[in-house]
Structure formats: structure tokens, C-alpha cells
């Protein structure tokens, strides 16, 4: 199987052959927003140029601004809370579930202060939180919810699809999700004021954009009279080459998710019988879309046994894998320049967030991007290897 087919090349070489005349009418970002939003049972879906773009987006939408919180896990890349922070509101942050690895409502909950306007969740690793007991508080507390899917295509919580849940869901089209076109972005949401807010601050707050409507006519903007900033905005619009690859990719998303699961499966049965490698568990009632296959090293060392058990992978002939991103408030950014503004109750240290502390130190995602499964086989039989091989020179 092909990451990109035949089928993406012909919608590209389309957008090029007519010198993107396709872009004056928006013909593929309107296909695939009508697709997505269908494929995703929402009523709208917005293109944007990536999956940072739309959190900004939906954010801003919700009216988050100056002094806001907004509640993120700590275990995500932090695209999820950079646009928090540049809103001018501050990223709380929630603890993981140690099993699921996903942000804990438990954590959530102890999060709340009268000034939390929204919560980000994030499907982490391809599978939901649990959205029964988030979305509990957020009616309680009357919240606004913004689904991070940028890691989650077709992963269901209780029947439903991941991105039926929130105000506002984000997807991601970067080079290493499930469907790609590069970069990209998609944004979705089920309310057309909050559909018509996203278009206009996605589109430099043009007067004539909406909810359905991505662009302003030609009639128009050739009007020496006519007015077309009603409102203030980003230029965070996805391209019509963007439109053209990412709408292969959606008409061919079962197959690339279902690969991603096969493989998944081929580690899961690689890591059955032994307890160093801990995988991601998937409780009852909810499907995994498997962007990576995740583990936690079972060590008290992981600052040394995180890089020997690499090594000793990579020796054996696996491929590199990715650890998890550090917690974003242990970044630079987040520790010396967000930590000391006013506002900010947290203490960003190891007693902030436990469990995703644990966590982040001994996790080892493998990738699920294998379009060959005997690929995938060879490296599950490496891990395997690896495993014995590291137990015994404890
Ligand atoms: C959880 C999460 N959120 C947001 C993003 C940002 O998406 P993009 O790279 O399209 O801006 C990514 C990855 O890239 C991600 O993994």
C-alpha cells in the first residue's frame, strides 16, 4: 500500500493543470470540507493551514482571552497549549491517567477555578479520554470543549466517533498523522456561530466568509466600495494543494487507518507475555486508531535504561523510536518565560503532574506507519529479542 496513491496525485496535478483556477472557487477545500463533515457526522468543518492554526482558532472562538484558564494535559505536544498562551490566557495543567496515558477527569476536576473557560482534551496516541466524566464537568462548570484530535482518526469512545463530542474538534493533516497532506488542518463544530466566528478569525475576519462559505466573490471584491474586514482575523486558510491531497487521503482513510491498527496489533502480540514493556491499555467501550503503539519502561532508571534499551533495540536492527515529547510546562518557554507571569498558580515542578512525570521518562512509541506489514512483523520480532536480551543483562 501507497502513503500517498495515484488517487492524491490526480486531485494535485488537477489543482496545478488549472494553473489554480480551482483556488478561485475553493473546488477542493469545499470537497473536503463537505466530505469531512460528513465522514465526521458534524454539521461544518473548516480547512486550515495546520493543526495548531484550528486550537488558535477554536480558542479564540470561545471567546478565550486575557487572564482565561484552560485547562491541557501536560502529556501532549504543545501545539495544544501554545494557543493558549497566545490568546494571553494560561494553560492549566492536567495530570494523565496512568494507564490510558489520557488526561484524567479526576485531574481535571481538582483543576477548575472560577476563571477555567474551556477545556482542550487530547486523544492522545490515537485514543479518547473519557468523555462521560469530562463532559460532566463541563456542564457543570459550563465549560467550553475542544477536542485535539490531531493524533485521532476514527478512534470511537462508546460508539462515537472521536470528534462528536466537543464544541469544537481540531484534526491535523502534518506529514506523520493518518491522513496527510503535509501540513493541513481541520477544524469542526456542529454550532454555526461558533462555525461562522472560526471562518472569519481563519480568514483575515472577512465580511463575506461563513460557516459554509470559505470564500468572498470575485463580484464583490472587485467593488471599489465594498467592505471586507467586519472583524479581525488570521490568514490560517488551507491551500487548494493542501484541499487536493488531504481529500485522497480522507477517501482512502480506512485503509490508512486500518493499516496503523493491523501493525498495532502485530506489537501487541509481540509485547503479551512479559512485563518490562507496559502498552497503552484500551479500556472497554473505546477504539484505539493507533498513531503510534506506546509503552512504558518498567524501571526505576529510566534516565539510564530509556537510551540502553534503545540502543540495544536499534542494535538488534529496530528502527528509531520517538520518547514523548518533554511535559510542555518543562519546557524553556513554559518554565522561564510563562511560570514567573502573573496568574499562574501552578508550580511547574516534578509534584505538578505525577503520573505524566512517570510517564513522559519511560515511554517508547513505535511507529505504526508501516505500509508493508512483513516490515512491521520483522520489527515486532526484534522487540521481542530485545526484550529478553535487556532483562538479561540487568
Ligand atoms: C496532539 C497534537 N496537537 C496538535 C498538533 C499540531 O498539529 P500541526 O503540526 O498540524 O500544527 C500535533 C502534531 O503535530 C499534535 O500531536
Not at 462555525?195 to 472587485?222: E, H, M, P, W
Request: glycine share 6%; with cysteine.
Amino acid at each position: 500500500m501507497e502513503r500517498i496513491s495515484e488517487l492524491e496525485k490526480r486531485y494535485v496535478l488537477d489543482a496545478l493543470n488549472n494553473s489554480f483556477e480551482t483556488s478561485k472557487n475553493s473546488i477542493y477545500n469545499n470537497k473536503l470540507e463537505s466530505a469531512f463533515a460528513e465522514t465526521f457526522h458534524t454539521k461544518y468543518a473548516i480547512g486550515h493551514c495546520n493543526g495548531t492554526a484550528t486550537l488558535h482558532v477554536a480558542l479564540m472562538a470561545c471567546g478565550v482571552g486575557l487572564g482565561d484558564e484552560v485547562i491541557v494535559p501536560a502529556l501532549t505536544m504543545s501545539s495544544t497549549s501554545i494557543p493558549v498562551v497566545l490568546c494571553g490566557a494560561i494553560p492549566v495543567f492536567a495530570d494523565s491517567d496512568i494507564d490510558t496515558f489520557e488526561i484524567s477527569a479526576e485531574s481535571i476536576e481538582k483543576c477548575i477555578t472560577d476563571k477555567t473557560k474551556a477545556i482542550i482534551t487530547v486523544s492522545l496516541y490515537g485514543l479518547a479520554p473519557d468523555y462521560d466524566r469530562i463532559l460532566e464537568l463541563c456542564k457543570k462548570h459550563n465549560l467550553y470543549l475542544i477536542e485535539d484530535n490531531a493524533e485521532c482518526y476514527f478512534g470511537t469512545y462508546k460508539g462515537k466517533l472521536v470528534g462528536e463530542f466537543g464544541d469544537f474538534a481540531s484534526f491535523s493533516f502534518q506529514a506523520s498523522k493518518h491522513l496527510t497532506c503535509g501540513e493541513g488542518g481541520m477544524l469542526t463544530t456542529n454550532s454555526e456561530e461558533l462555525a461562522d466566528k472560526a471562518r472569519r478569525l481563519n480568514c483575515l475576519g472577512y465580511a463575506g466568509v461563513s460557516a459554509k462559505q470559505g470564500k468572498i466573490t470575485r463580484n464583490d471584491i472587485q467593488d471599489p466600495n465594498y467592505s471586507r474586514h467586519v472583524s479581525f482575523g488570521y490568514n490560517y486558510r488551507m491551500s487548494e494543494l493542501q484541499a487536493a491531497c488531504a481529500l485522497g487521503q480522507l477517501e482512502r482513510a480506512e485503509e490508512l487507518v486500518q493499516k496503523r491498527i493491523e501493525v498495532a496489533e502485530i506489537f501487541a502480540e509481540a509485547v503479551e507475555e512479559q512485563d518490562l514493556l507496559k502498552p497503552q491499555a484500551e479500556p472497554e467501550g473505546y477504539k484505539n486508531s493507533y498513531w503510534t503503539y506506546c509503552l512504558v519502561l518498567n524501571t526505576d532508571h529510566p534516565e539510564v535504561d530509556w537510551y540502553r534499551f534503545r540502543d540495544l533495540f536499534q542494535k538488534n536492527g529496530g528502527d528509531g523510536y520517538y520518547a514523548a515529547w518533554k511535559l510542555s510546562y518543562n519546557e524553556p518557554a513554559y518554565h522561564d518565560i510563562l511560570q514567573p507571569m502573573d496568574g499562574v498558580w501552578q508550580k511547574y515542578d516534578e509534584t505538578c503532574c505525577p503520573n505524566a512525570e512517570y510517564l513522559q521518562k519511560r515511554m517508547i512509541q513505535l511507529k505504526t506507519n508501516y505500509w508493508d506489514l512483513e516490515e512491521a512483523k520483522k520489527q515486532a520480532e526484534i522487540l521481542k529479542k530485545t526484550i529478553v536480551e535487556f532483562e538479561a543483562t540487568k
